[in-house]
C-alpha cells in the first residue's frame, strides 16, 4: 500500500489538479494507493476540494506549521496501513509525474529516497531560498559524512518502518532531521534528480526574504546545537573563553609594565568570562555524552 501524502494550507486553487495528476500517474503505476492530505487549518475549502477529488482529506483545527503537519501525515499513514509513504507538496512545484522515480528505488531496496532539485532541474528558485538550501545541505552532509544535494526537499518517498523508527521532534528542521536520524540508524538512502516547476502565486513560506535568510540561519545553528552538541557549545565556549583570555594577557601585560591597581572591576570580569566559557564547553561535552 502506497500513501501519498500532501501537507495543505489554503491551497484550494491547486490542490485539486495535484490530486488528479497524482491519481494518474499511480494508476498507470498499478500499486493499491490512497491519497491523504492534512489541511493545516486552512480557511479556505482545500479539505473539501481533496475530498471531492478522491483524496483522504483530514484536517487541523487550526494552523499548527509544517513540522507538526508532517508528523500528522506520518500517524495518518500508518493508521492506513501504509507500506510506503510518498510525500509531495500542494503548489504543484513538484511533479506528480516523477514520482515513481522514487518508488522505483524504493522497490530496489532504498528504504529513503529524496528528490533532489539541485541534481535535477530548477525552473525558478528565489536566490536567497537557493542559497539557504545550499548551506543546509551543506551542514548536513558534514554532520552525517553523507554527500546530501538538497536536504529542504519537500519530495521524499520512505518505508513505513522509516516512519515507525524515525522519531521527529523538531517543530523547525524536521527535514533535516529525518534524513539526520535515518543515516545514523543506518537506513539506505537515496538521492533521485527531480524537476522544481515555478511557483504559481505567492509563496505561503517566503514573505520577506530577510526575514527567511534569518530564520534559515537560525534552523541551521538548532541542527548544530541538537546533532553536534560538543561541535556547537565547544565552539562558542572557546570563543567566550578566548575573549577571558586575551583580557587576561592584558592583565598581566599590565601587572609588569604599570600594574594593575584600580582594575579590580576588569580582574572579576575577566573571571566570569573565563568561567562561563569553560562551562560552556564542559557542557557540550555531557551533551554529547547524553545525545541519541
Same mark, same amino acid.
Given at each position: 500500500?502506497?500513501?501519498?501524502?500532501?501537507?495543505?494550507?489554503?491551497?484550494?486553487?491547486?490542490?485539486?489538479?495535484?490530486?488528479?495528476?497524482?491519481?494518474?500517474?499511480?494508476?498507470?503505476?498499478?500499486?493499491?494507493?490512497?491519497?491523504?492530505?492534512?489541511?493545516?487549518?486552512?480557511?479556505?475549502?482545500?479539505?473539501?476540494?481533496?475530498?471531492?477529488?478522491?483524496?483522504?482529506?483530514?484536517?487541523?483545527?487550526?494552523?499548527?506549521?509544517?513540522?507538526?503537519?508532517?508528523?500528522?501525515?506520518?500517524?495518518?499513514?500508518?493508521?492506513?496501513?501504509?507500506?510506503?509513504?510518498?510525500?509531495?507538496?500542494?503548489?504543484?512545484?513538484?511533479?506528480?509525474?516523477?514520482?515513481? $522515480?522514487?518508488? =522505483?528505488? %524504493?522497490?530496489?531496496? !532504498?528504504?529513503?529516497?529524496?528528490?533532489? *532539485? @539541485?541534481? &535535477?532541474?530548477?525552473?525558478?528558485?528565489?536566490?536567497?531560498?537557493?542559497?539557504?538550501?545550499?548551506?543546509?545541505?551543506?551542514?548536513?552532509?558534514?554532520?552525517?559524512?553523507?554527500?546530501?544535494?538538497?536536504?529542504?526537499?519537500?519530495?521524499?518517498?520512505?518505508?513505513?518502518?522509516?516512519?515507525?523508527?524515525?522519531?521527529?521532534?523538531?517543530?523547525?528542521?524536521?527535514?533535516?532531521?529525518?534524513?539526520?536520524?535515518?543515516?545514523?540508524?543506518?537506513?539506505?538512502?537515496?538521492?533521485?534528480?527531480?524537476?522544481?516547476?515555478?511557483?504559481?502565486?505567492?509563496?505561503?513560506?517566503?514573505?520577506?526574504?530577510?526575514?527567511?535568510?534569518? $530564520?534559515?540561519? =537560525?534552523? %541551521?545553528?538548532?541542527? !548544530?546545537?541538537?546533532?553536534?552538541?560538543? *561541535? @556547537?557549545? &565547544?565552539?562558542?565556549?572557546?570563543?567566550?573563553?578566548?575573549?577571558?583570555?586575551?583580557?587576561?594577557?592584558?592583565?598581566?601585560?599590565?601587572?609588569?609594565?604599570?600594574?594593575?591597581?584600580?582594575?579590580?572591576?576588569?580582574?572579576?570580569?575577566?573571571?566570569?568570562?573565563?568561567?562561563?566559557?569553560?562551562?560552556?564547553?564542559?557542557?557540550?561535552?555531557?551533551?554529547?555524552?547524553?545525545?541519541?
Amino acid at each position: 500500500m502506497i500513501i501519498v501524502t500532501i501537507p495543505a494550507y489554503n491551497e484550494g486553487k491547486t490542490i485539486g489538479k495535484v490530486i488528479e495528476n497524482i491519481k494518474e500517474v499511480m494508476q498507470k503505476y498499478r500499486k493499491k494507493y490512497k491519497i491523504l492530505v492534512v489541511d493545516d487549518g486552512s480557511q479556505d475549502n482545500t479539505a473539501q476540494i481533496a475530498r471531492k477529488a478522491g483524496a483522504v482529506a483530514y484536517s487541523h483545527a487550526k494552523n499548527y506549521g509544517l513540522a507538526e503537519t508532517f508528523k500528522t501525515e506520518i500517524q495518518k499513514s500508518l493508521e492506513l496501513e501504509a507500506d510506503v509513504i510518498v510525500h509531495i507538496d500542494a503548489d504543484g512545484q513538484y511533479l506528480p509525474k516523477e514520482i515513481p $522515480k522514487l518508488l =522505483i528505488e %524504493i522497490d530496489n531496496g !532504498y528504504d529513503f529516497v529524496l528528490g533532489s *532539485r @539541485f541534481k &535535477g532541474k530548477i525552473e525558478h528558485m528565489p536566490i536567497v531560498k537557493k542559497l539557504g538550501n545550499i548551506a543546509f545541505s551543506k551542514v548536513i552532509s558534514q554532520i552525517t559524512n553523507f554527500n546530501i544535494s538538497d536536504a529542504q526537499t519537500g519530495f521524499r518517498a520512505f518505508t513505513k518502518k522509516v516512519a515507525r523508527e524515525i522519531d521527529i521532534r523538531s517543530n523547525h528542521t524536521y527535514t533535516q532531521e529525518q534524513i539526520i536520524r535515518a543515516i545514523k540508524q543506518k537506513f539506505r538512502l537515496k538521492e533521485v534528480p527531480v524537476y522544481f516547476a515555478k511557483r504559481k502565486g505567492k509563496s505561503k513560506l517566503i514573505r520577506n526574504p530577510f526575514e527567511y535568510a534569518l $530564520k534559515a540561519w =537560525i534552523n %541551521i545553528i538548532r541542527v !548544530y546545537r541538537d546533532f553536534e552538541p560538543l *561541535r @556547537f557549545f &565547544g565552539i562558542v565556549g572557546t570563543l567566550i573563553f578566548s575573549v577571558g583570555f586575551l583580557i587576561g594577557l592584558y592583565l598581566v601585560y599590565l601587572h609588569f609594565t604599570t600594574g594593575i591597581v584600580g582594575h579590580f572591576a576588569l580582574m572579576m570580569l575577566d573571571i566570569l568570562i573565563l568561567s562561563i566559557g569553560l562551562q560552556i564547553i564542559i557542557f557540550g561535552f555531557i551533551a554529547d555524552m547524553n545525545r541519541k
